[in-house]
């Protein structure tokens, strides 16, 4: 039953609810309030698709050209060029990229702070995260299998795009397509360098100088190899010079600016005399400009 009154006072009408079914009343309250109660973990799965680290497969980029890509979310400018791309058997293709993000640390790499060129890599992030990066500038998050359950594997962990990472022994790291990617090159600041790529019975497989991160040679299946040439440019730092085909061919050639630690990556240059060039504001490298020729 509703009665309406008026309030003597103010003038505003009021309502005076006395239901004929208390329980009925009392379980509708409840379910309105769980309806339109916002749950905490939903909240927090969603603000974790925000703040994920990298380029993610759930959060589209903004692109105005082919090998650039800007997260709406972060702000962070990708640079993706393929500087050699040779195809392969079995979907395996012989392919070299050169990708720079503004978000990357300013440790050593061969081609300068921002730069890098690699095969793919992983580190462990505390005891259940795994930072991936592939070798076209792609970073994904894995977490360990199961986590807080008393059947958790302690080796292996998952990306939402259900890739699936080993830590037991080398490294691993299998992507839905097929591919296995193996990580036997452990360096001293927690990352794992890939040392072979497998698909489809099919392997590349990269060897590296002594003990450093720098690449040394490429071989696949095919029986190709690919050889890296680097140059000191001062205070013990070595910048990547070109890489070459096993008749000494020249497939790439790279210049820098400066010296040492400074020295920044200034142009790729291929056989038919294309090239690539790029101006920065200031060595922060945080903006700047690129022209082709």
Do not use: C
């Amino acid at each position: 039953m509703i009665n309406s009154t008026i309030d003597q006072e103010s003038h505003i009408p009021t309502l005076e609810i006395f239901p004929k079914n208390p329980l009925r009343f009392l379980f509708r309250i409840i379910l309105i309030s769980l309806l339109f109660t916002p749950f905490p973990f939903l909240s927090h799965a969603e603000e974790e698709n925000l703040v994920d680290p990298g380029q993610i497969t759930f959060r589209s980029q903004i692109s105005t050209m082919d090998f650039e890509e800007i997260d709406p979310y972060s702000g962070t400018l990708s640079l993706t060029h393929k500087d050699v791309s040779l195809p392969g058997n079995g979907g395996l293709d012989l392919t070299i990229y050169r990708t720079y993000r503004t978000d990357r640390s300013t440790d050593y790499t061969v081609l300068g702070s921002r730069w890098d060129t690699h095969f793919g890599r992983i580190k462990k992030s505390g005891d259940n995260h795994i930072i991936i990066e592939l070798q076209d500038g792609t970073v994904n998050s894995a977490v360990k299998e199961n986590y807080d359950s008393a059947f958790q594997s302690y080796y292996t962990y998952y990306t939402k795009d259900f890739w699936k990472v080993n830590m037991q022994g080398t490294p691993t790291l299998q992507l839905t397509d097929g591919t296995e990617i193996v990580f036997g090159r452990g360096m001293g600041d927690g990352w794992y360098y890939a040392t072979q790529i497998k698909r489809n019975n099919n392997t590349i497989t990269i060897s590296y100088v002594g003990t450093t991160r720098r690449i040394n040679y490429i071989t696949d299946s095919t029986g190709r190899r690919i050889n890296f040439s680097y140059q000191l440019v001062g205070g013990g730092v070595y910048r990547l010079k070109n890489i070459r085909d096993s008749n000494n061919n020249t497939l790439v050639s790279y210049s820098y600016s400066g010296t040492g630690g400074t020295s920044v990556f200034e142009s790729a240059t291929y056989p038919d005399g294309d090239n690539w060039n790029y101006h920065y504001a200031d060595f922060s490298m945080e903006s700047g400009t690129i022209s082709k020729r």
